[in-house]
């Protein structure tokens, strides 16, 4: 794609800058054309050869109906999101090198909602910062605003974020139901455990035992549904 003097592109993992001109260098004895950018955030100044700037990810910023797209992304929570610190901070630092706009809020959002939860890292926060001010330098062309009301429209989509939790183990399940039979004490204050201890207990009636064991079913009922194995 060919870009003129002027024009507002994205270069990845600097975010918006703008086209300053063509320029043919030197370069390891080869004379070739030069796009000058200069990023929008800090003002520096970028060299790219024209003939490789596709294949480095220049390209122009979203459209304002692809926004709504990006809107839908920072919206919709990723419970694949990968626990250990590692490989979550190596899985968000090739998306934000792809330089693809979903892929950097999809970046934002994770870390966003995980800073909800607990403090990020040194190092996650600093990447978050980045991929902000990324993403804020690139909706702020599309929807023709500055960076402040940019950053307004960023907070309020993240806002949207529903944070689901993820549903839990089969082991989570019956554990909490072992420990739910094992503490549970009946309205007359009978106990699983008062069988073993308690020989007069141990001989209450039948009828007895028949009603405590009605008062448990439904709840029986509802681990067995929910897929834990009572004992």
Request: glycine letters at 4%; hydrophobic letters at 40%; aromatic letters at 6%.
């Amino acid at each position: 794609m060919k870009f003129k003097k002027g024009d507002t592109v994205i270069y990845p993992q600097h975010g918006a800058c703008v086209v300053k001109g063509t320029k043919k260098m030197e370069a390891f004895g080869e004379k070739r054309d030069y796009l000058i950018l200069e990023t929008v955030i800090n003002e520096m100044t970028l060299k790219v050869p024209v003939d490789k700037a596709d294949e480095v990810g220049v390209r122009p910023p979203v459209s304002p109906d692809e926004l709504e797209d990006l809107v839908s992304v920072l919206a919709k929570p990723d419970p694949r999101v990968p626990s250990n610190w590692s490989r979550r901070f190596k899985n968000h630092q090739e998306k934000l090198k792809s330089g693809d706009v979903y892929q950097v809020a999809e970046v934002v959002r994770n870390l966003a909602a995980r800073n909800r939860d607990a403090a990020l890292s040194a190092a996650e926060r600093t990447m978050y910062e980045r991929a902000r001010v990324n993403l804020i330098s690139e909706i702020s062309p599309a929807l023709k605003v500055s960076a402040e009301d940019a950053e307004v429209y960023l907070d309020e989509a993240l806002a949207m974020t529903v944070v689901v939790a993820p549903p839990p183990s089969a082991a989570y399940l019956r554990d909490a139901a072992k420990s739910f039979k094992a503490n549970t004490c009946s309205e007359d204050g009978w106990h699983p455990r008062h069988e073993q201890s308690d020989p007069q207990i141990r001989h209450r009636s039948k009828k007895r035992e028949r009603a405590a064991l009605a008062e448990r079913r439904p709840l029986d009922r509802a681990y067995r549904f929910l897929g834990a194995e009572l004992l």
